[in-house]
């Protein structure tokens, strides 16, 4: 028996080194038309390139805790990198886990949403952990997440209500992605003055009716259309 | 060409050069309005209106996350500016919206009204819609 344990050892020893291993995501720092930029780097791709700095951290020190949490888990495949939402922000994550929050600043650096921002990040890195696993990419449209790359849309038809006096003035046609649309309840008008002869009526679509309390935006969705009833 | 014909003309050319070259700060938003229309005042002071927007859904917390954009109304039966309207939505496809057109339709005692972001502000000709820009607020002007 003790002649065969050093060959069980090796055995299972290779087992896991086959079954477990992370993939050695690195970051640096260079500097692009005089400016610190942080990039995360997995073999020779850059799937992300950070240049503001966020949460008391400059761009080099973002990319490198980006790396650290990708290097962090086991047996990375391009499916397990998502979009979803952290707080008020869409994110990047890998098997649920927050890997990096699409900033407005780097949003409108590359002239799109955070959300298509957290779409192009998730793109990239997907396409970097592919080069090194041999494993496929998603096919574009869906994650494995459920989460579409365009996602579905939907319209509905909510109250609008007014913010000063709490009366539901009118209906509102609400659309955007179906999983958002179903959050929202009512849209709340908040109105101002400009002058004598402006009325200003900003339409915020909410997820609740109670207007006493705090109102909180339904990111994602907008109103299209307004109804009156005839009294 | 009758003189009184030909007075009207001038005036005609002299209120649209001062509506294309007179400085905004030395004209109201008011005075605009009631002088030249909803279409000038909204360009000239669409900046002003857009701030005063974000400023009154700032105080409550309700910011929008990405570019706003103040634009006029376009009644899509007469191509008439019929008031204006705060876009938001991505920089890229929010500087391409320079209208809202609004349609109309009732069922009933239901007056709806569709709202819809063009990039063509001629829309008597088609509708040239923008997607994935959405509406924010909208203004009234009582002329």
């Known amino acids: 028996m003790k002649r065969y344990m050093p060959l069980a050892v090796v055995i299972v020893f290779v087992t896991l080194a086959a079954g477990v291993y992370a993939l050695d995501f690195t970051s640096r720092v260079r500097t692009v038309d005089g400016i610190s930029v942080g990039e995360v780097v997995l073999g020779d791709q850059v799937p992300i390139r950070i240049r503001y700095s966020a949460g008391g951290l400059g761009p080099g020190e973002r990319a490198e805790v980006m790396a650290n949490r990708l290097s962090q888990i086991d047996n990375l495949q391009p499916a397990d990198i998502t979009v979803g939402r952290v707080g008020p922000y869409w994110a990047v994550l890998a098997r649920g886990q927050l890997i990096a929050t699409a900033d407005p600043m780097h949003a409108d650096a590359n002239r799109t949403s955070t959300y298509g921002l957290a779409i192009q990040w998730r793109n990239q890195l997907r396409t970097a952990i592919s080069q090194q696993t041999g494993s496929p990419t998603p096919p574009l449209g869906a994650g494995s997440d459920g989460q579409a790359l365009y996602p579905r849309t939907a319209q509905k038809v909510v109250p609008i209500i007014s913010v000063g006096s709490g009366l539901r003035i009118g209906a509102a046609i609400v659309a955007g992605s179906s999983q958002q649309v179903a959050r929202v309840n009512a849209v709340a008008q908040l109105e101002g003055q400009l002058g004598s002869r402006v009325r200003l009526r900003a339409l915020v679509p909410i997820d609740t009716e109670n207007i006493v309390g705090n109102l909180r935006r339904v990111p994602g969705t907008s109103v299209i259309g307004v109804a009156d009833i005839d009294l | ?143």
Request: hydrophobic share 50%; aromatic share 6%.
């Open chain 2, 1 to 143: 060409m009758q003189p009184k014909s030909a007075l009207l003309a001038v005036a005609l050319v002299v209120v649209l050069l001062l509506a294309s070259y007179t400085p905004a700060s030395a004209i109201s938003l008011e005075d605009a309005l009631l002088a030249f229309g909803i279409g000038y005042a909204v360009r000239v002071f669409g900046d002003q209106i857009n701030s005063g927007l974000n400023t009154l859904l700032a105080q409550q917390g309700l910011q929008f996350e990405g570019t706003t954009k103040v634009v006029p109304i376009l009644s899509v039966g007469s191509g008439a500016y019929i008031g204006a309207a705060q876009v938001a939505g991505p920089p890229s496809l929010v500087n391409q919206v320079r209208a809202v057109a609004q349609g109309q339709t009732s069922i009933g005692d239901l007056r709806a009204s569709y709202l819809i972001p063009v990039s063509d502000i001629n829309v008597l000709r088609g509708i040239n819609r923008v997607d994935g820009v959405g509406l924010s607020a909208l203004v009234d002007f009582r002329l």
